[in-house]
């Protein structure tokens, strides 16, 4: 089964050596999970500050800086992993150092109706053709639970795989997956060498992270325009945040 574990920290709770040392500690722990087979994707990203928030209201955009959730601790990073149950993937968050001063949000990836499929995972091997650097950016698709009855969320699912197929036609699609049901979150947090395991998610927010969509665009005007076109961005709140550099584990 695929889960998303989603990193939640204090961003001053880090010097800049403990944040570089937790990001090579954690890199190793990606590579023993791909000899696993058990490793799909996985990235930090950048402070706060540089996130940008989309919502898209009667057709207008509004468009507003910083991050979605006014919370202590903010999203820092994720993991996608395939192992084959929930205690597997409780046993991997555990293993993370961010555990030991944040919190891991554990949540399944919403399956796709057979009818449905994504393009293939994976670096785009096209560029986007404006001259600027292409960069890697992640757009979090926050909503309300409920906000899409069960027959709008299936045509809204179908609208969001066209975006994909379009952005991969673009050479722009890198990764994306809608997430099940708050309901279906597993929070995990190591202090002390001691585990604690709660049932639910971690921001006590009304809107819940519910999907993501991870982008390679020449600059932050193409992934809002890229928001915009998501249908989760009508009824929630798509946060797009840049993909942290990884430091030289030599």
Not at 116 to 136: F, H, I, K, M
Not at 141 to 149: F, I, K, L, R, S
Request: glycine content about 6%; charged content about 25%.
């Amino acid at each position: 089964m695929k889960y998303m574990l989603l990193i939640y920290g204090a961003e001053d709770c880090w010097t800049e050596e403990e944040r570089k040392d937790c990001m090579l500690k954690s890199m190793a722990i990606c590579d023993e999970l791909e000899t696993e087979g058990k490793w799909i994707s996985s990235s930090p990203l950048r402070s706060v500050t540089t996130a940008t928030s989309v919502r898209v209201r009667d057709g207008k955009r509004q468009i507003t800086d910083g991050p979605f959730a006014e919370t202590t601790e903010q999203l820092g990073g994720y993991y996608i992993i395939d192992v084959g149950d929930r205690d597997e993937a409780v046993e991997i968050a555990s293993r993370l150092p961010p555990a030991k001063k944040g919190t891991v949000e554990i949540r399944p990836l919403f399956p796709l109706p057979s009818s449905l499929s994504l393009p293939e995972t994976g670096e785009s091997n096209r560029v986007p053709s404006d001259r600027e650097t292409p960069r890697n950016y992640i757009l979090l698709m926050y909503a309300e639970d409920g906000a899409w009855p069960p027959e709008e969320h299936a045509l809204a699912l179908a609208e969001s795989v066209e975006v994909c197929h379009q952005l991969h036609a673009n050479g722009q699609f890198l990764s994306a997956s809608p997430l099940q049901p708050p309901a279906t979150a597993t929070c995990v947090r190591v202090r002390n060498g001691s585990r604690a395991v709660v049932d639910g998610p971690f921001p006590e927010t009304k809107e819940q992270l519910g999907g993501y969509f991870l982008i390679r665009v020449a600059n932050l005007d193409e992934a809002i325009e890229i928001a915009t076109r998501i249908p989760g961005s009508r009824r929630g709140t798509a946060e797009i945040r840049p993909i942290e550099t990884l430091p030289d584990a030599t």
